[in-house]
């Protein structure tokens, strides 16, 4: 099992600090919940792939048909990702990362924490993350998908953002 030091004192010593040093244990907690702005990057090029895939799934054949219509829907998931960013941004620099009652499970930059300024930064990390999806669309790696979607029965892409648990329900009585 590999993990860095840091994931690993954060995941199990923590709680055991609960009782003999709830302050500790709290900013402790805080602390495993930020994320830098690569991390961020990172989690939000995942979504973004993770939404375009969603996207190709379903609509594939309206995609082929109507490339317009295509370039819209990704359009439209781009900007949506652009608004979480600049709105993701906003709070975690107006947080009071102090007040940990407020904080848990509640999203932050490690670089606000800090009191670091990288308000310059925001924009370069949205144009990564765009760019991000522009590269996988143009890989062979989407094509790859897209003949994987005509070909297979049963497609998972991955758990979704926001599960819809009725579109997870498996007919079992067609089982063998």
Same mark, same amino acid.
Request: charged residues 30%; glycine residues 0%; proline residues 7%.
């Given at each position: 099992?590999?993990?860095?030091? !840091?994931?690993?004192?954060?995941?199990?010593?923590?709680?055991? %600090? !609960?009782?003999?040093?709830?302050?500790?244990?709290?900013?402790? %907690?805080v602390l495993k919940g930020l994320k830098s702005i690569d991390m961020r990057i990172g989690e939000k090029s995942h979504y973004l792939l993770s939404d375009y895939l969603h996207l190709l799934k379903r609509f594939q054949q309206e995609w082929e048909a109507n490339p317009t219509f295509r370039d819209e829907q990704v359009q439209e998931i781009k900007e949506k990702m652009k608004a979480e960013m600049e709105s993701d941004f906003a709070f975690s620099k107006e947080r009071d990362y102090q007040d940990y009652e407020d904080f848990f499970g509640k999203f932050g930059l490690s670089e606000h924490f800090y009191g670091l300024n990288v308000d310059d930064q925001l924009a370069c990390a949205i144009e990564k993350v765009l760019q991000h999806l522009e590269r996988f669309m143009g890989s062979k790696w989407n094509d790859k998908v897209q003949d994987y979607f005509d070909s297979a029965r049963m497609v998972y892409v991955e758990r979704p953002r926001i599960p819809n648990f009725d579109a997870m329900t498996v007919d079992v009585s067609k089982l063998p």
């Open positions: 099992m590999e993990y860095c030091e !840091r994931k690993y004192y954060f995941n199990y010593y923590t709680f055991v %600090l !609960r009782d003999p040093h709830p302050e500790l244990w709290q900013e402790a %907690l």
